[in-house]
């Protein structure tokens, strides 16, 4: 029926996986790379990014511009820098090399943290939401 792949990627790559030179790229198909270089199927992109799967689909499908929040998200939970996302320019990740001096409690706790189960997770994330809430 159609000799034409429905997505091209217009891009070369320059010197690693996460450089890339942008050739006339939108946002949608910015996204569809960063989910090439992870090996991330939609489901585990979306639940990565902690982005509703719906709405990173519709990100990617429909070429709809990701959400300040959204935006937010894709910076803090998965290191794309949001310049390269919205303009191409720079390069795909951020290089963050600030480091936190941790205290054993807060590893300890942090350590339990990642241990938890999502659903345990969004729980603690809830009471501790409450609890801050409280102190103002």
Not at 63 to 69: K, M, Y
């Given at each position: 029926m159609y000799n034409f792949p429905i997505y091209v990627y217009k891009y070369t790559q320059i010197n690693t996986k996460s450089q890339y030179k942008d050739t006339q790229m939108n946002t949608s198909e910015r996204l569809k790379q960063v989910m090439e270089v992870k090996g991330f199927n939609l489901k585990t992109f979306s639940e990565q990014a902690d982005i509703p799967y719906r709405t990173l689909q519709n990100y990617i499908l429909t070429?709809?511009?990701?959400?300040?929040?959204s935006l937010a998200k894709l910076h803090s939970q998965l290191g794309i820098n949001l310049n390269w996302l919205m303009s191409g320019n720079g390069e795909m990740f951020t290089n963050n090399t600030e480091t936190i001096d941790l205290t054993q409690l807060e590893k300890e706790l942090l350590a339990s943290y990642q241990s938890c189960d999502n659903s345990t997770q969004r729980k603690i994330n809830l009471a501790i939401s409450a609890i801050a809430q409280d102190k103002e």
């Open positions: 070429n709809r511009e990701p959400s300040a929040e």
